[in-house]
Every structure is written in structure tokens, then in C-alpha cells.
């Protein structure tokens, strides 16, 4: 008898699903690859390819070599390319073959120092066996000459390419900056932890410390802006300047990994994948394709309005529901390009990003499974994804602060004009971070729960609403709002007294946040900062930006909490919106008590911005599995 034909139809459908999961978890072994002895003295075994994850500048089986050599003044210099403090020819030749494959087209350079080293003078020391390439000899106007840049296409070392003799030991940067050998600093910068330099305005030399250090020799060690991604490594490791040397055991970005997988089969691309749970794996890449290095002698801080992305990647790696170790389960892959670190806010990002894209296509399988439609990473400049090339566009879900969705737009330098800047189904708005001193969000929660007691009212809020910035020309800017906004107050008279308008900054801002009804949202040369300002000071959104949509707007109703206006219907801004009642205003302030902490990212303020992203990317799945969107090919 065939006992099979009496299985209810339920339970053979269950069975088959068993079965195939069982399958799927054997085909895909738990598996570390062993490295090279010697690895884990300066680096971190990576179990997963079996490569020594290496700090800043080394290379090899077990980072034995110093491939950026030239660039240090000691076996403590973390090393930098910088441009402020001249070095030797020798590291600027090699800084360019880093970051612009030693091609003479600064528009392929990944980082943005890149066209600036073509130009840097520097030196060569006479004598050729100076230990480290980029320490100043003691007596350097006597011991090396100085060049004008390295030489270029064809050229040689000459007499014709020194630099003038009164320009030798000044900085490149204008201005009358000196560089100084570190004998003449205190404790010689620790042994090479800093450069000693004089800016103009000083009396004596003093040292620029490299990241991870600070104090008057460089002698404190920093790891909360070096490692900001995991200031302790996760407390299996220590930092050095941007790298985690981790435990024996441990690896990664911020040694948060400890397991590698492996196909049962190899050549074979296990499909591990769930259906129902979002699971989120996060390439570790080597420091010559993207690294948290110190920009510049002496600079390595940013600019806290583009730091949303860092807040993501420290939540990430704690995520134990969310991040996985297993690529073969992810649904979902994070690229951390850390464009920030190599673009600043408004320079291209292309170079960089195809970089990373490359090295990831080529060393694992994964990305060209969807041709990238499963992977996703941050563009946090001013106009995200605006000047990438369409097959950039249409690949990876792209994470940004700027919404632009206008077809036809005829920017400068913009290549897509097709639906420029994203598409909303496969790419995520997520908010910008706030974090001026003076405006931080340490009271929303407060305030918030006095309006929910409050059923929603204020009476505090007496103006109508203001604005202070810049209003900028023509109409790129702002999509001509601010000027729209200008003309309107400047042709009434007398002017409206519950209307602020301020052109240029304030020292009354903070107040003008908290006294106002309704605070105007407009964007500038690309997003701005002004929603968030005014959620967490519990001032409604008037939105006047076209064709540009919100952070999470596809999933978050701002009709509960905002006010969106066309530039159209700015000549009638002040009747509009004396129309609405103190009842209307209680409802929306009540909207925004209720979603205000998807536009914060700090936790200690109650933020919820990480875990908003979570649900953004895993609607982005959803659409993924439901083939909203398809790999374009042009």
C-alpha cells in the first residue's frame, strides 16, 4: 500500500518546503579559511576569504609590506597623503597611483585629493637611504631639494622643475604656513603621530596630530573619531587610526565578525535566502578600496549634517536580528563606500562608487545574481544620486537625503535626465542628521509628550511661520522658493507682524523653531536641513519643494503632520495658510508627537531613524520580490 496518497495535500506541501529549506541550510557549511602565519601581529584574519585585513597602507600574506612607505615619517605614522604638510615625491607618486591609478585625469580620481597632488611641491632627500620616505631630515635646506611637483608625463628631475628657493619648507596651502622637522616639536609629535607645523598666526611650531590622536605631542590616544564606527572595536580589539586590530578570532570593519560560510559544493551559489525575515550582510573591504582615513595633515573630521550614514553602520553592526555573517541567507547587501570620506559633499562620486562596485562584482557572486538590485549604499551629498550615469541609476538601491523625481530637468552635469535624481520604489529617502550645537533635539521628547497632554495645542506659537537662510539666484537654487518667498513678503505692506523673514543667519533661530506655527522646508543646492529643524521643535512642515520627495514619504503619511505647498501657490502662502484653525494645527501637531523619531537618528534622543531605514529597505525587498523594478539596459 502507498501510505503517501492518504498525506493530506497540507502536509505534502509542508513536507516539500522542508525539505528544500534542509537542502538549501546543507548546501551551505559553516567554514573558516585560514591565513597566512604572522597575519593577525598587525592585521585581522579574514575567515571568510582567507586574506589578512591590513591597515592603511600594507599589504601581503601577513601585511608585511608598507606599499605607502614613502608617506611616513615613522614606524608610528599612521601615514597620510595630505597636501598641507609637503612630503616626499616619492609618496605623492604613490598617493596617485592610489587614489588616480597614476593617470594624469583628476576626473577618475576616487578621492579628491587626487587632483590636488599633480600640483603639490615636494622633496627628495640626498641621501638614498633615508629610512622613512616622508620624514624631514633635521637640517632639510642643506639635506634635500625641493620640486615643484613630482615629475609627469615624460619629465625628469631638474634643475627647471625645483621649487624657488623662498618657497622651500612652506606649506602648499596658501598663506605663509611652515613645515618643520619633528625635532622641533614636542616629543617629536610621539614619535611621528603628528607633523610639526606652524600656521601663519603662530609663534612657534606645534603638532598637527594624524587621526586617532590628539594633546600637545599627539601623546592621547582618540579612538571616538578614529573608529567612530565602533569606538572600541567592539570591545574585542583596539583602534588605530580608522582600522580595528582585533582579537585573534575576530574580524571586520569593527571586528564584529567571527564565522565564515562556505558552498558545500564549490562554484555552487547556494540560495539560502528567507522569504519573511529581512537579513542584511555587509562586505568588509580592504583599505585601498574604501577606508575611514584622515583626509588631509591634521584633518579628519566632517561635517556633522552628512553623518547619517556612520549613525546606520554603528546600529548596523550591534543589529544581531538584522546583520548577518552568512551571505548565502542575506536578502539584502550594505556596500560601505564611505563616499563622504572621499567626495566631501558635492564632488563626483562616480569614480569612487564604481571602484567599490567593481571590486565587489569581481570578488563575489552575489551582485551579479541581480545585477546589484539586492545591494544598496549610501549617497549623502547634496544632490544624492543626481549626476550618477544611468547604469549606476538603475542598479543598487541607492540611500539619500535628496528626492529630486523630475523628468526633463536640465541641470548642469546632470546625465539622466529620463527621471533625475531617483526612482521611489527602489531607492530610499532617509532624513539628514541635526546636530548643530545649538539646535540639538535634546528636549523633542519633553516637548512632544506637553503637546500630547496638551491634545495638541500650543499656545507659545504666536508668529504665522518664518524663514532664515539664504535666498540665492536664478532657479536651481531651492527650485526658486526662497526668491519666490522673498518677492511675496517684499511686496506686502506692510508687512504681515506674525511673519518672520530673515535673509542670511540668526542668532534667534532656536526661538523662532519654538514659537512658530509653521516653519517653511524649502531645499537649497540640493536637500536641506530645515524638516528636521522643524519636527524636532514641534514646528509643522511647509513643504514648497516640487517634484522632490521626503524622507520615508512612500511609507509615512505627512499628511498627519505637514503642510505641502507647489511654488505656484506661493503669492497666496500667507491667506493659505491663515486658513487653518487652531483644531487643524492641535491634529497635525499630534501627527508629528506620533512619527517625530523617524527624523532623528540619535538614540540618546529617542531616535528611530535607524529602524525607519530597516522598514524602508525591507519594503524595497518586497518590491524586489514582487519585480517592481528590472536591471535597465541602455
Known amino acids: 500500500m502507498n501510505c503517501s496518497k492518504r498525506r493530506p495535500a497540507w502536509l505534502v506541501v509542508l513536507l516539500v518546503v522542508i525539505r528544500v529549506a534542509l537542502s538549501a541550510d546543507e548546501a551551505v557549511l559553516q567554514m573558516k579559511k585560514e591565513c597566512a602565519p604572522g597575519c593577525t601581529n598587525r592585521g585581522n584574519c579574514n575567515f571568510e576569504t582567507g586574506q589578512c585585513e591590513c591597515p592603511w597602507g600594507y599589504t601581503g600574506p601577513a601585511c608585511e609590506v608598507d606599499r605607502m612607505s614613502a608617506c611616513r615619517q615613522t614606524q608610528d605614522d599612521p601615514g597620510s597623503c595630505g597636501t598641507l604638510w609637503p612630503k616626499s615625491c616619492e609618496c605623492y607618486q604613490a598617493c596617485q597611483r592610489l587614489y588616480c591609478g ?3 585625469q583628476s576626473s577618475f580620481c576616487t578621492h579628491e585629493l587626487g587632483q590636488f597632488m599633480w600640483d603639490a611641491h615636494c622633496w627628495v632627500a640626498k641621501n638614498p637611504n633615508t629610512p622613512f620616505g616622508s620624514r624631514l631630515p633635521e637640517n632639510f635646506a642643506s639635506e634635500t631639494i625641493w620640486y615643484q611637483h613630482f615629475p609627469r ?8 622643475l625645483e621649487l624657488p628657493h623662498d618657497r622651500v619648507g612652506f606649506s602648499n596651502w596658501d598663506g605663509g604656513h611652515k613645515v618643520y622637522p619633528l625635532e622641533q616639536c614636542p616629543k617629536q609629535c610621539s614619535n611621528g603621530r603628528g607633523v610639526c607645523f606652524k600656521w601663519q598666526h603662530w609663534d612657534v611650531p606645534q603638532c598637527l596630530c594624524r587621526k586617532g590622536y590628539n594633546g600637545t605631542s599627539c601623546e592621547v590616544e582618540d579612538e571616538s573619531e578614529a573608529c567612530w564606527f565602533s569606538p572600541t572595536c567592539g570591545g574585542r580589539g583596539r583602534c588605530r587610526s580608522g582600522f580595528c586590530h582585533c582579537q585573534p578570532g575576530f574580524f571586520g570593519l569593527g571586528c564584529h565578525r567571527t564565522t565564515a560560510y562556505q558552498p558545500a559544493a564549490p562554484g555552487l551559489l547556494p540560495d539560502a535566502r528567507p522569504r519573511t525575515k529581512l537579513k542584511i550582510y555587509m562586505y568588509d573591504l580592504p583599505w585601498d578600496i574604501a577606508f575611514p582615513y584622515e583626509y588631509n595633515d591634521g584633518h579628519f573630521g566632517r561635517d556633522a549634517m552628512y553623518k547619517a550614514y556612520e549613525y546606520f553602520m554603528m546600529y548596523f553592526l550591534e543589529d544581531k536580528a538584522v546583520r548577518t555573517e552568512n551571505p548565502y541567507e542575506a536578502n539584502l547587501f550594505y556596500v560601505p563606500m564611505l563616499l563622504y570620506f572621499y567626495i566631501g559633499n558635492v564632488r563626483d562620486p562616480v569614480p569612487q562608487a564604481s571602484l567599490v562596485l567593481d571590486y565587489i562584482r569581481k570578488n563575489w557572486p552575489f551582485y551579479n545574481r541581480t545585477g546589484g538590485r539586492d545591494h544598496f549604499y549610501f549617497m549623502t551629498g547634496d544632490r544624492g544620486t543626481c549626476s550618477i550615469p544611468r547604469w549606476m541609476q538603475d542598479s543598487c538601491i541607492k540611500l539619500v537625503h535628496f528626492g529630486m523625481q523630475r523628468r526633463g530637468i536640465t541641470w548642469q552635469g546632470l546625465p539622466n535626465s529620463e527621471y533625475a535624481c531617483v526612482q521611489v520604489k ?11 550645537l545649538e539646535l540639538l533635539p535634546s528636549g523633542t521628547e519633553a516637548y512632544y509628550r506637553s503637546v500630547v497632554a496638551n491634545r495638541g495645542y500650543d499656545g507659545n506659537r504666536k508668529l504665522l511661520f518664518f524663514f532664515a537662510g539664504g535666498v540665492g539666484d536664478g532657479t536651481e537654487y531651492s527650485g526658486g522658493v526662497r526668491q519666490a518667498i522673498k518677492k511675496l513678503l517684499s511686496s506686502l505692506s506692510p508687512k504681515p507682524p506674525d511673519v518672520e523673514f530673515v535673509e542670511g543667519r540668526t542668532s534667534n533661530y532656536r526661538n523662532l523653531l519654538q514659537t512658530s506655527k509653521f516653519c517653511i522646508a524649502p531645499y537649497g543646492y540640493g536637500w536641506g536641513l530645515r524638516l528636521v529643524q522643524a519636527i524636532e521643535y514641534g514646528c509643522i512642515p511647509l513643504i514648497v519643494q516640487d517634484n522632490v520627495y521626503q524622507p520615508f514619504e512612500d511609507f509615512l503619511p505627512y499628511e498627519e ?10 503669492p497666496h502662502m500667507v491667506e493659505l495658510l491663515r486658513t487653518y484653525t487652531e483644531d487643524h494645527l492641535a491634529k497635525l501637531r499630534l501627527g508629528l508627537a506620533k512619527y517625530y523619531r523617524a527624523f532623528i537618528w540619535n538614540r540618546e534622543y529617542s531616535g528611530m531613524a535607524y529602524e525607519w531605514t530597516l522598514a524602508g529597505l525591507e519594503r524595497r525587498l518586497a518590491h524586489i520580490q514582487s519585480e517592481y523594478f528590472h536591471h535597465h539596459h541602455r
Not at 608625463?153 to 627647471?160: N, V
Not at 503632520?561 to 506661493?570: C, T
Open 102 to 104: 597614476g593617470e594624469l
Open 561 to 570: 503632520f505637514s503642510v505641502r505647498m507647489r511654488l505656484a501657490d506661493v
Open 153 to 160: 608625463g615624460g619629465e625628469a628631475y631638474s634643475s627647471s
Open 426 to 436: 527602489r531607492d530610499l529617502i532617509v532624513p539628514p542628521l541635526n546636530m548643530f
